[in-house]
């Protein structure tokens, strides 16, 4: 009983580090004001280049920094169409979702002989807080240091947004564009750092995922989880600490499908599956019409408006 509760909660902080970064992304983007549909790509984005950078370099802390730069640039794309050229913002998030994948297909084959997939990493990001490898319960409670980072992450994010001067900025941004212009913060700028440091995060997420859990870049390496973290958004009601709260709800369904095929419980594979996926679309039926986005999310800024 103990081995399998370690097991859960090992997997449950496991399977979330990824979903965490991506929706710290959301949460840094939509508070200033940009609706960032586009996390999925990037984190497909930063899966692969990780992938690739830490298998080439062997050092699997590189390819995890290379994959928050490509997600940055990715990212970038997104800012461009959607501040500078106030294009739809929804549109353009959808745009990259569809690049995304198909860019790094076409970079997986080009980089590794024409296979859809990578070769495995020779390193994995390194486990920490480990305990005895006799001891079962501590082995399954060795958590990957993107865990930790994670975590870190939230916390800093939650300080910068919540008790520093440029967080105020950031929020009032999001909330009142034209007040904020007024008092002589520029929201062009704003916007542009949050919706890079957005991609950066997402591209992190996406090597947590190949770096850590999976340790290979496969089509399906992400599979929704850039979804699933804008649901954690929505439902933790665009806070650091409330996403990072939901990511780790669906986290455990994720470990749950994952325990319930090992212990043969008499369900269907694909019915185990979906597990997540049920959960993130009940949470969204149950919370989308409870939570208040920022008033200006969604919205491009036109100087000289209200």
Not at 25 to 40: A, Q, T, W
Not at 59 to 77: E, K, Q, R, S
Not at 183 to 203: E, H, K, P, Q
Request: contains cysteine.
């Amino acid at each position: 009983m103990i081995n399998d509760i370690s097991l859960l909660i090992g997997n449950t902080f496991m399977y979330s580090a990824p979903l965490i970064f991506g929706a710290l992304g959301g949460v840094i983007s939509e508070r200033s004001g940009v609706v960032n549909l586009g996390i999925e790509g990037m984190m497909t984005v930063g899966a692969f280049v990780g992938t690739a950078v830490g298998y080439f370099s062997g050092n699997p802390w590189v390819g995890f920094l290379a994959a928050g730069l490509a997600g940055g640039v990715f990212a970038l794309l997104h800012a461009v169409a959607s501040i500078t050229f106030k294009a739809d913002q929804t549109i353009s998030g959808i745009a990259l979702n569809l690049i995304g994948p198909g860019l790094t297909l076409f970079l997986c084959r080009m980089f590794f002989n024409g296979a859809t997939m990578s070769q495995p990493v020779p390193n994995k990001l390194p486990k920490i807080l480990g305990g005895a490898q006799s001891n079962t319960v501590a082995q399954n409670l060795n958590f990957d240091s993107t865990v930790i980072l994670a975590f870190l992450t939230m916390l800093v994010m939650w300080f910068v947004l919540y008790r520093t001067k440029w967080g105020l900025r950031i929020r009032s941004v999001g909330e009142h564009p034209a007040a904020a212009d007024t008092l002589g913060i520029s929201v062009t700028r704003t916007r542009y750092i949050c919706v890079l440091l957005s991609g950066v995060l997402a591209g992190f997420g996406g090597a947590a995922m190949t770096l850590a859990v999976i340790q290979q870049f496969t089509p399906t390496a992400i599979s929704g989880q850039g979804f699933i973290a804008l649901a954690a958004v929505i439902f933790g009601k665009w806070t650091p600490q409330g996403a990072y709260g939901a990511c780790l709800l669906f986290g455990f369904a994720q470990a749950l499908s994952v325990f319930m095929g090992l212990v043969k419980v008499p369900i269907r594979s694909e019915v185990l599956a979906m597990l997540p996926y049920i959960l993130t679309i009940v949470v969204l039926i149950l919370f989308v019409g409870r939570s208040v986005a920022p008033k200006a999310d969604g919205l491009p800024y036109e100087k000289g408006t209200r």
